[in-house]
């Protein structure tokens, strides 16, 4: 049996790289906390509001596979420490959805 240490969101599947895009998708649902809009700015004058389904959409659209998985486990580990996850997500959907907006330019 795992101890609370050694349990991760892949602790049930026996190896994380042969889980389904829709499998990393439900698990990453789990790992982010219920938030009502998360308000991110993608330009000076641009900002975007996401509800909780279209960032979870956004990360695993734009990301691989691999990069899902490492932003799973921290996220596991930002919520070991009981600490809030929304900054690290605005961190990252910022950098995704600029990145975007900079290609439609």
Excluded at 9 to 29: A, C, G, Q, V, W
Excluded at 34 to 43: M, Q, R, T, W, Y
Excluded at 51 to 76: H, M, P
Excluded at 85 to 103: D, H, P, R, V
């Amino acid at each position: 049996m795992l101890t609370m240490e050694e349990r991760t969101p892949f602790s049930l599947y026996e190896n994380e790289t042969t889980l389904t895009r829709n499998e990393l998708k439900d698990i990453l649902e789990n790992c982010i906390s219920s938030f009502k809009d998360l308000e991110i700015k993608v330009a000076e004058h641009n900002e975007v509001k996401l509800s909780k389904v279209r960032a979870t959409n956004i990360l695993v659209d734009r990301l691989k596979k691999d990069q899902l998985v490492e932003i799973i486990k921290q996220l596991y580990l930002i919520n070991m420490r009981n600490s809030d996850e929304i900054s690290f997500l605005k961190f990252i959907l910022t950098g995704l959805l600029s990145e975007q907006a900079e290609k439609r330019k």
